[in-house]
C-alpha cells in the first residue's frame, strides 16, 4: 500500500516558478513509473509529466521546456519544477502511478496563476 502526499502549492503571478513535492509512504515507491497530473475546473484530468524508475521523462506539450520532473528514491518524493507559468496552468496538481491506481490518489495541491 503506498499514500501519496502533494505539498507546494500556491497564488504565483504570470511568468513565476513553483516547485510541486509528492511524498509516498511503503517500500515500493522506487519500482514504479510515477506521474504528474492536473485537473483544471470544468475539465477532465490529465497527465502532464512521468518519470520512469529509471529516470526518463515525459512531458505533455503545453508544459515541455517549462516544466522538469524528477525523483528522489531514497527520499520516496518525487517533484515538478513548474517554470514561467500561465494562467492556462491553474489546476489542482495530483501525483500518482503511471498509469494511475484510484485508490493512491491523495488530495492534491492547487495551483493557481493570476495577477
Known amino acids: 500500500q503506498v499514500q501519496l502526499v502533494e505539498s507546494g502549492g500556491g497564488l504565483v503571478q504570470p511568468g513565476g516558478s513553483l516547485r510541486l513535492s509528492c511524498a509516498a509512504s511503503g517500500s515500493s515507491f522506487s519500482r514504479y513509473q510515477m506521474g504528474w497530473y492536473r485537473q483544471a475546473p470544468g475539465k477532465q484530468r490529465e497527465l502532464v509529466a512521468t518519470i520512469t524508475n529509471g529516470g526518463s521523462t515525459n512531458y505533455v506539450d503545453s508544459v515541455k521546456g517549462r516544466f522538469t520532473i524528477s525523483r528522489d528514491n531514497a527520499k520516496s518524493t518525487v517533484y515538478l519544477q513548474m517554470n514561467s507559468l500561465k494562467p492556462e496552468d491553474t489546476a489542482v496538481y495530483y501525483c500518482?502511478?503511471?498509469?494511475?491506481?484510484?485508490?493512491?490518489w491523495g488530495q492534491g495541491a492547487q495551483v493557481t496563476v493570476s495577477s
Open positions: 500518482n502511478t503511471d498509469p494511475p491506481i484510484p485508490r493512491y
